[in-house]
């Protein structure tokens, strides 16, 4: 694991955001596994004033995870997010694009039908996680083996109280993600932690322990896992 602290959130999305334009003029169809939420939102804000410096019709998407039985037209889903964020303001075109449906009429066979996009379109060149206040990296929740799959997930309390859910007048019932296993197969991982309340979790995380009761830990097995955090963070 390479640990970089760094001052603040927008110090910390500049370096991110300055490492994802060097890979896309590398290679401009690029994968970049995208996570949503308060989190990245300023590396993305970044990347997309950066947006002359590479060319990003190219450019693949992949939502990382999503909250399931919830409209796709809700503001606060990780669709809506992503299209406000980076495919709206990056003109991403659909074909370059690939997403769980929050609210198929099948979730098992929504899986499958990741799993069927995630093997034409594999590897995962850039994935961009944050920490939950659990462990949990995306929606693998504590207990989780390193071999997860993309599966659907049972909701954290932890997780059903992210200010996204606080805002849904229809809560979501259950969540859609990667497994720890795509997660891993990625070449690149950058985990971004900010903010005083990631303190504890943070510190728990730093040890290198790897354990399932903090699926996050697994990246410290990773040979190209950078953990950026801030701080606050750090308590420094």
């Known amino acids: 694991m390479n640990i970089k602290v760094l001052e603040d959130s927008i110090e910390i999305a500049n370096?991110?955001?300055n490492l994802i334009?060097?890979?896309?003029?590398?290679?401009?169809?690029l994968l970049l596994c995208a996570a949503t939420g308060n989190t990245p939102t300023e590396t993305y804000r970044q990347l997309i004033e950066k947006k002359e410096l590479y060319p990003s019709n190219q450019l693949r998407i992949l939502k990382l995870d999503e909250w399931g039985g919830v409209p796709m037209d809700n503001p606060e889903t990780c669709e809506s997010y992503l299209e406000r964020y980076i495919l709206k303001p990056l003109n991403i075109p659909e074909s370059n694009y690939f997403g769980f449906n929050s609210n198929a009429a099948n979730p098992e066979h929504e899986i499958q039908r990741m799993k069927t996009i995630l093997y034409k379109q594999d590897p995962i060149d850039i994935c961009i996680l944050g920490?939950?206040?659990?462990?949990?990296?995306?929606?693998?929740?504590?207990?989780?083996?390193?071999?997860?799959?993309?599966?659907?997930?049972?909701?954290?309390?932890?997780?059903?109280?992210?200010?996204?859910?606080?805002?849904?007048?229809?809560?979501?019932g259950y969540g859609l993600t990667l497994g720890i296993k795509?997660?891993?197969?990625?070449?690149?991982?950058?985990?971004?932690?900010?903010?005083?309340?990631?303190?504890?979790?943070?510190?728990?995380?730093?040890?290198?322990?790897?354990?399932?009761?903090?699926?996050?830990?697994y990246l410290w097995l990773h040979p190209n896992a950078y953990c950026f955090i801030d701080q606050k963070a750090t308590n420094q």
């Open 15 to 17: 370096v991110i955001s």
């Open 131 to 172: 920490l939950g206040l659990n462990g949990h990296i995306a929606f693998n929740e504590p207990p989780c083996e390193i071999d997860t799959e993309c599966h659907v997930a049972t909701l954290s309390k932890q997780s059903l109280l992210h200010p996204m859910v606080t805002g849904m007048s229809i809560k979501p």
């Open 21 to 29: 334009v060097e890979n896309i003029k590398l290679k401009p169809d």
């Open 182 to 217: 795509e997660i891993m197969q990625s070449k690149k991982i950058f985990i971004i932690v900010t903010g005083e309340h990631k303190q504890k979790i943070a510190k728990e995380f730093l040890s290198g322990k790897v354990s399932k009761n903090l699926p996050a830990s």
